[in-house]
Protein backbone atom coordinates (compact mmCIF):
# COMPACT_ATOMS: atom_id res chain seq x y z
CA UNK A 1 0.00 0.00 0.00
CA UNK A 2 3.26 2.63 -0.25
CA UNK A 3 3.07 2.96 3.47
CA UNK A 4 4.60 1.41 6.64
CA UNK A 5 2.30 -0.23 8.94
CA UNK A 6 3.64 -1.06 12.53
CA UNK A 7 1.85 -2.91 15.74
CA UNK A 8 2.44 -1.52 19.04
CA UNK A 9 1.31 -4.01 21.46
CA UNK A 10 1.61 -3.32 25.72
CA UNK A 11 2.20 -6.78 26.78
CA UNK A 12 5.92 -7.35 27.60
CA UNK A 13 5.57 -11.06 26.97
CA UNK A 14 3.57 -10.60 23.70
CA UNK A 15 4.67 -13.57 21.14
CA UNK A 16 5.63 -11.05 17.95
CA UNK A 17 4.87 -14.46 15.85
CA UNK A 18 0.82 -13.97 16.66
CA UNK A 19 1.19 -10.90 14.69
CA UNK A 20 1.99 -12.79 11.33
CA UNK A 21 -1.96 -13.32 10.81
CA UNK A 22 -2.48 -9.71 10.38
CA UNK A 23 0.54 -8.92 7.92
CA UNK A 24 -0.40 -12.08 5.78
CA UNK A 25 -3.93 -9.97 5.55
CA UNK A 26 -2.35 -7.01 4.66
CA UNK A 27 -0.20 -8.20 2.13
CA UNK A 28 -3.07 -10.39 0.64
CA UNK A 29 -4.98 -6.41 0.63
CA UNK A 30 -1.68 -5.19 -0.93
CA UNK A 31 -1.83 -7.70 -3.60
CA UNK A 32 -5.84 -7.26 -4.90
CA UNK A 33 -5.44 -3.23 -4.59
CA UNK A 34 -1.98 -1.49 -5.02
CA UNK A 35 -1.76 0.82 -7.68
CA UNK A 36 1.25 -0.21 -8.16
CA UNK A 37 1.01 -3.49 -8.96
CA UNK A 38 0.44 -3.81 -12.49
CA UNK A 39 -1.27 -7.55 -11.80
CA UNK A 40 -3.59 -6.17 -8.90
CA UNK A 41 -7.36 -6.56 -9.58
CA UNK A 42 -7.65 -2.90 -9.43
CA UNK A 43 -4.93 -2.24 -11.94
CA UNK A 44 -6.64 -4.50 -13.92
CA UNK A 45 -10.68 -3.63 -13.43
CA UNK A 46 -8.83 0.22 -14.55
CA UNK A 47 -7.11 -1.15 -17.42
CA UNK A 48 -10.31 -2.71 -18.82
CA UNK A 49 -8.54 -6.10 -18.48
CA UNK A 50 -10.66 -7.57 -15.58
CA UNK A 51 -14.72 -7.03 -15.07
CA UNK A 52 -16.01 -6.05 -11.86
CA UNK A 53 -18.30 -9.54 -12.22
CA UNK A 54 -15.57 -11.84 -11.91
CA UNK A 55 -13.44 -9.88 -9.50
CA UNK A 56 -12.72 -10.65 -5.99
CA UNK A 57 -15.95 -10.07 -3.39
CA UNK A 58 -13.62 -7.81 -1.68
CA UNK A 59 -12.38 -5.53 -4.21
CA UNK A 60 -16.35 -5.44 -5.18
CA UNK A 61 -16.96 -4.80 -1.47
CA UNK A 62 -14.37 -2.24 -1.40
CA UNK A 63 -16.12 -0.82 -4.14
CA UNK A 64 -19.27 -0.58 -3.54
CA UNK A 65 -18.47 1.11 -0.03
CA UNK A 66 -16.54 3.43 -1.73
CA UNK A 67 -19.62 4.10 -4.45
CA UNK A 68 -21.70 4.89 -1.15
CA UNK A 69 -19.31 7.40 0.59
CA UNK A 70 -19.19 9.03 -3.14
CA UNK A 71 -22.93 10.04 -2.72
CA UNK A 72 -22.60 10.66 0.97
CA UNK A 73 -19.91 13.15 0.74
CA UNK A 74 -21.98 14.63 -2.47
CA UNK A 75 -18.97 13.60 -4.88
CA UNK A 76 -15.43 14.76 -2.62
CA UNK A 77 -14.64 11.34 -1.79
CA UNK A 78 -14.70 9.53 -4.97
CA UNK A 79 -12.61 6.40 -6.07
CA UNK A 80 -11.94 7.97 -9.31
CA UNK A 81 -10.86 11.73 -8.35
CA UNK A 82 -7.37 11.47 -10.10
CA UNK A 83 -9.04 9.75 -13.45
CA UNK A 84 -7.32 6.30 -12.41
CA UNK A 85 -9.41 4.04 -10.19
CA UNK A 86 -7.58 4.52 -6.76
CA UNK A 87 -9.95 3.19 -3.41
CA UNK A 88 -6.91 3.96 -0.97
CA UNK A 89 -8.96 6.40 0.67
CA UNK A 90 -10.67 3.59 2.30
CA UNK A 91 -8.84 0.41 1.71
CA UNK A 92 -5.59 1.62 3.93
CA UNK A 93 -8.38 1.75 7.05
CA UNK A 94 -10.54 -0.91 5.58
CA UNK A 95 -7.67 -3.10 5.93
CA UNK A 96 -6.09 -1.90 9.18
CA UNK A 97 -9.72 -2.38 10.71
CA UNK A 98 -9.50 -5.80 9.68
CA UNK A 99 -5.95 -6.39 10.80
CA UNK A 100 -6.48 -5.36 13.96
CA UNK A 101 -9.88 -7.98 14.43
CA UNK A 102 -7.14 -10.72 13.85
CA UNK A 103 -4.74 -9.51 16.82
CA UNK A 104 -5.54 -11.15 19.71
CA UNK A 105 -4.16 -8.29 22.45
CA UNK A 106 -6.47 -5.76 24.53
CA UNK A 107 -4.25 -3.18 24.37
CA UNK A 108 -2.92 -2.43 20.78
CA UNK A 109 -2.06 0.43 18.34
CA UNK A 110 -1.87 -0.47 14.78
CA UNK A 111 0.12 2.41 12.66
CA UNK A 112 -0.44 2.63 9.05
CA UNK A 113 1.44 5.67 8.12
CA UNK A 114 0.35 7.80 10.31
CA UNK A 115 -3.73 6.26 10.53
CA UNK A 116 -4.56 4.77 14.04
CA UNK A 117 -6.71 1.77 15.00
CA UNK A 118 -6.53 1.78 18.87
CA UNK A 119 -7.67 -1.16 21.15
CA UNK A 120 -7.43 -0.26 25.04
CA UNK A 121 -5.73 2.61 26.78
CA UNK A 122 -5.71 4.91 26.46
CA UNK A 123 -3.03 5.74 23.93
CA UNK A 124 -1.46 9.36 23.51
CA UNK A 125 -1.21 10.44 19.93
CA UNK A 126 0.34 13.23 19.03
CA UNK A 127 -1.31 14.98 15.54
CA UNK A 128 1.57 16.25 13.38
CA UNK A 129 1.74 19.97 12.87
CA UNK A 130 1.16 20.57 8.51
CA UNK A 131 3.88 23.07 8.52
CA UNK A 132 6.37 22.13 10.87
CA UNK A 133 7.34 18.32 10.82
CA UNK A 134 9.13 18.36 14.37
CA UNK A 135 6.22 19.79 16.24
CA UNK A 136 2.64 18.86 17.15
CA UNK A 137 -0.58 20.60 16.69
CA UNK A 138 -2.60 18.24 18.51
CA UNK A 139 -2.47 15.79 21.33
CA UNK A 140 -5.50 12.98 21.77
CA UNK A 141 -5.74 10.52 24.91
CA UNK A 142 -7.35 7.81 22.61
CA UNK A 143 -9.34 4.58 24.09
CA UNK A 144 -10.45 2.11 21.19
CA UNK A 145 -11.33 4.07 17.58
CA UNK A 146 -9.68 5.32 15.33
CA UNK A 147 -7.57 8.28 13.75
CA UNK A 148 -7.10 9.14 10.70
CA UNK A 149 -5.27 12.65 9.08
CA UNK A 150 -5.15 13.66 5.75
CA UNK A 151 -2.68 16.39 4.52
CA UNK A 152 -0.56 17.33 1.55
CA UNK A 153 2.83 17.06 3.74
CA UNK A 154 4.04 14.19 2.52
CA UNK A 155 3.07 12.79 -0.38
CA UNK A 156 2.71 16.63 -2.28
CA UNK A 157 -0.54 17.41 -4.10
CA UNK A 158 -1.84 14.29 -4.15
CA UNK A 159 -5.74 14.36 -3.19
CA UNK A 160 -8.11 16.14 -5.65
CA UNK A 161 -10.96 17.60 -5.68
CA UNK A 162 -13.35 15.07 -7.87
CA UNK A 163 -15.75 17.79 -8.80
CA UNK A 164 -13.10 19.86 -10.06
CA UNK A 165 -9.91 18.13 -10.50
CA UNK A 166 -7.66 20.04 -8.74
CA UNK A 167 -6.33 20.27 -5.36
CA UNK A 168 -7.95 21.82 -2.69
CA UNK A 169 -7.13 25.24 -1.53
CA UNK A 170 -7.68 26.77 1.63
CA UNK A 171 -6.97 23.58 3.90
CA UNK A 172 -3.53 22.11 4.83
CA UNK A 173 -4.81 19.25 7.19
CA UNK A 174 -7.86 17.40 8.39
CA UNK A 175 -7.75 14.85 11.47
CA UNK A 176 -10.80 12.79 11.71
CA UNK A 177 -11.86 10.64 14.63
CA UNK A 178 -14.44 7.92 15.37
CA UNK A 179 -15.09 4.35 15.98
CA UNK A 180 -14.03 3.11 12.51
CA UNK A 181 -10.69 3.94 10.67
CA UNK A 182 -12.54 3.50 7.02
CA UNK A 183 -14.77 5.46 7.38
CA UNK A 184 -12.61 7.90 9.31
CA UNK A 185 -9.97 8.00 6.89
CA UNK A 186 -12.48 8.62 3.92
CA UNK A 187 -14.36 11.50 5.86
CA UNK A 188 -10.93 12.79 6.41
CA UNK A 189 -10.14 12.40 2.43
CA UNK A 190 -13.06 14.11 1.45
CA UNK A 191 -12.91 17.11 3.96
CA UNK A 192 -9.21 17.80 2.93
CA UNK A 193 -10.64 17.45 -0.82
CA UNK A 194 -13.35 20.08 0.18
CA UNK A 195 -10.21 22.59 1.24
CA UNK A 196 -11.99 25.83 3.22
CA UNK A 197 -15.57 24.24 3.17
CA UNK A 198 -14.39 21.04 4.94
CA UNK A 199 -14.86 22.53 8.20
CA UNK A 200 -18.55 22.98 7.94
CA UNK A 201 -19.15 19.44 6.45
CA UNK A 202 -17.20 17.56 9.35
CA UNK A 203 -19.68 19.93 11.78
CA UNK A 204 -22.61 17.82 10.77
CA UNK A 205 -21.00 14.60 10.88
CA UNK A 206 -22.51 11.74 13.41
CA UNK A 207 -20.40 9.67 15.42
CA UNK A 208 -16.96 10.95 13.93
CA UNK A 209 -15.39 14.35 15.24
CA UNK A 210 -12.46 16.48 13.41
CA UNK A 211 -9.64 19.23 13.55
CA UNK A 212 -9.19 21.17 10.63
CA UNK A 213 -6.18 23.49 9.98
CA UNK A 214 -6.69 26.32 7.35
CA UNK A 215 -3.87 28.27 5.70
CA UNK A 216 -2.52 30.76 7.76
CA UNK A 217 -2.77 27.90 10.73
CA UNK A 218 -6.47 28.38 11.78
CA UNK A 219 -7.38 25.83 13.75
CA UNK A 220 -11.35 24.56 13.36
CA UNK A 221 -12.42 21.55 15.60
CA UNK A 222 -15.49 20.01 15.44
CA UNK A 223 -17.33 19.89 19.14
CA UNK A 224 -16.77 16.24 20.35
CA UNK A 225 -13.12 16.69 18.78
CA UNK A 226 -10.98 15.67 22.28
CA UNK A 227 -7.79 16.78 21.20
CA UNK A 228 -5.54 19.66 23.14
CA UNK A 229 -2.28 21.92 22.89
CA UNK A 230 0.87 19.98 23.06
CA UNK A 231 2.00 20.12 26.51
CA UNK A 232 -1.34 20.98 28.39
Known amino acids: ?6 AHVRDADYDPAALDPAFAWLE ?9 RPASEIRRLDAGTLDLSDADPLVREVLARCEELRRATRGAFDARAGGALDPSGYVKG ?3 ERAAALVDARELCLDGG ?4 VRGG ?12 DRLCSVLDVTGGAVATSAAYERGEHILDPRTGRPPAGVLSVTVTGPDLAVADAYATAAFAMGAGGPAWTAR ?6 MTVLDGGRVLST ?3 AGRPPGA
Open 122 to 133: PWRVGIRHPLQR
Open 205 to 210: LDDYAA
Open 223 to 225: RRF
Open 28 to 36: HVDALFSTY
Open 94 to 96: WAL
Open 1 to 6: MGMPVT
Open 114 to 117: GDLV
